[in-house]
């Protein structure tokens, strides 16, 4: 199963790659600054339901492009076929594909693989986080001041409401950022880059793989009540741990 996720994934970035910045007009669907779809998105959602129903026919699945194909197994498979579909579309190398399997509601394995700049993040339950085959630990910074934080802003509709917040974390960090995939995110919070990410109403294909990822690494991933993630909708913050609560206070 691992070595059919790598390949997976590897054979899907290669894909995105071959036609990274290669078509002029790349956006066939922009019906606001949050869904943003390109016909990659689509052809690689397609592709990696294809090649996971080959090998593995009784496991359900969970995409952003399809939705859930709920087939009462213990197993399900969340994808993004295409984590920044904006950065792609317009020529930026920040994206990536993420892939999480959970058994019986655990994530158990995840899979980041942003091919444009070449890296693969890859987490197993117990067995630590790895960026490339090498192991990777999220920082030691312990004062928020001294803290890099990312955000994405994801179905957040209130506008007001986000502004102040990000004011409010902006005011009490180093810089704050956003990068554009939270697949890259998540990954660059797993392995010391980042601080901490702070995602407003992310769906599950946004950042399974990276809870896993950052955890292994040494990360904690809660929602902004405290509470561990589910598999839904909602606010979201990773962070290095040491940081966690100063910043969860202030969001």
Known sequence: MQEFSKKLVKRAGDKLLSQFKEEKRLLSVRKGSKEVVTRYDKEMDEFL????????????????????????????????????????????PLFSICIALLHKGEIIMGLTYAPAIDEFYFARKGRGAYLNEKKIEVSEVDRLKRSYIAFCDGF?????????????????????????????????????????????????????????????????????DGKFWQNRRGDFLFSNGRIHESLRKIV
């Open 156 to 224: 957040e509709k209130d506008k007001r409401k986000l502004s102040k917040k990000l004011s409010k974390i902006f005011e009490n960090v180093i810089d704050l950022r956003k990068i554009g995939s939270a697949g890259v995110e998540t990954g660059w919070v797993a392995s010391g880059r980042m601080d901490g990410f702070v995602m407003f109403q992310g769906d599950p294909w946004d950042i399974a793989s990276g809870v896993i990822i950052t955890e292994e690494a040494g990360g904690k991933v809660t929602d902004f």
């Open 49 to 92: 339901i294809k090649e996971i129903e080959k090998k593995y026919p009784r496991h359900s699945l969970l995409t952003e492009e399809s939705g859930l194909n709920d087939k009462g197994s213990d197993y399900l498979w969340i994808i993004d076929s295409l984590d920044g579909s904006g950065n792609f579309a317009n020529g930026n």
